[in-house]
């Protein structure tokens, strides 16, 4: 070692990056601002949107009589989903009695003779089935089976236990595992394969139907937060 060289005690040189001017320290905070207030404005530009166009259906066939702004100098936001919202809930008092239902029935095999309209309606009404048939509670949890090979995995509901032949059969440790399609939810398989092949989640019920609507996109985060008490 010569005698202007400096020994070398393992101290690794590291260059501090310079600080960021006014300009880009701005830039930054500002990007960060909009990316925080995204999901807040677009979540309100959308309500604001289907609002606005439920009023512009719904209040125009309205009897002027029930219109607010009849004896308001203004419209106000929201009433005709207001009404829908009522409307819709007599629809369904209506359609669960007896006369309701033969009424809807009525309404489904008409639509079903229809061209062009039956492929349309089917679509909705196997909507409405899977609605109706989960009313119940039908489907309690979100799993997680190993299909259709080793190593791959998909989302699935649990149905229930097994019961009757198929308990004879298989054995009382067996479920039943609906696993819906992606993006359309009302197709599917049902697979019954013992308990303890399968994976709990613990995602909800809406959280595992957005996971399959959505394509996997929307995910729930985990572990969920503590409710605050």
Do not use: H
Request: charged share 20%.
């Amino acid at each position: 070692m010569s005698e202007n060289e400096k020994p070398d005690y393992g101290i690794v040189v590291v260059n501090v990056p310079p600080k960021p001017g006014p300009l880009a320290w701005l830039r930054a905070r500002f990007v960060a601002g909009m990316l925080i207030a995204l999901p807040m404005v677009a979540t309100f530009a959308i309500l604001d949107f289907f609002i606005k166009l439920i009023d512009s259906w719904v209040v125009p066939i309205l009897p002027a009589g029930l219109r607010p702004e009849t004896y308001l100098d203004y419209a106000v936001p929201g009433f005709g989903l207001i009404i829908l919202l009522v409307f819709l809930t007599l629809l369904g008092a209506i359609a669960t009695n007896f006369l309701g239902k033969y009424v809807v029935d009525t309404t489904d095999r008409v639509m079903a003779r229809v061209p062009f309209v039956r492929s349309i309606y089917s679509v909705f009404k196997q909507i409405r089935d899977v609605f109706q048939t989960n009313a119940s509670g039908q489907f309690r949890e979100v799993v997680m089976i190993e299909y259709p090979k080793e190593g791959a995995w998909c989302i699935g509901f649990v149905a229930g236990k097994v019961r009757g032949e198929l308990e004879a059969k298989l054995g009382s440790d067996y479920i039943g595992v609906f696993v819906p399609t992606t993006p359309n939810p009302t197709g599917g398989f049902l697979i019954y394969l013992p308990e303890s092949k399968v994976i709990r989640l613990d995602m909800t019920l809406e959280e595992g139907a957005k996971a399959i609507i959505s394509n996997g996109l929307v995910l729930p985060d985990w572990p969920s937060p503590t409710p605050a008490k």
